[in-house]
């Protein structure tokens, strides 16, 4: 069974940066892996996604400011953001995608990020 364990969540101030990180273990290959955030109140939404061949898909609202980025050899992936606003804070989500034909499957238990002065 996959597991995925995000790290790097906090407390940061407006215009600020964090850099989340999630490992995934439990298996040998991975098609793509992403983050995803849910605010209070709100739907879980998709911030970013990465594709083992290095394609990228990104949220219009974090275009500039995030970037994603991922080390295959150690199933890892990252996500560095900066400028970041109070809208953005979250419980952000590290998820995957085993192969193209299946959709994001596996999550991990999430990271609060919180941006606020």
């Known amino acids: 069974q996959v597991q995925l364990v995000e790290s790097g969540g906090g407390l940061v101030q407006p215009g600020g940066s964090l850099r989340l990180s999630c490992a995934a273990s439990?298996?040998?290959?991975?098609?793509?892996m992403g983050w995803y955030r849910q605010a209070p109140g709100k739907q879980r939404e998709l911030v970013a996604t990465m594709t083992s061949g290095g394609s990228t898909n990104y949220a219009e609202f974090v275009k500039g400011r995030f970037t994603i980025s991922s080390n295959n050899a150690k199933n890892t992936v990252y996500l560095q953001m900066n400028s970041l606003k109070p809208e953005d804070t979250a419980v952000y989500y590290c998820t995957d995608r085993l192969s193209v034909l299946l959709g994001f499957g596996d999550w991990g238990q999430g990271t609060q990020v919180t941006v606020s002065s």
């Open positions: 439990g298996t040998l290959s991975i098609y793509a």
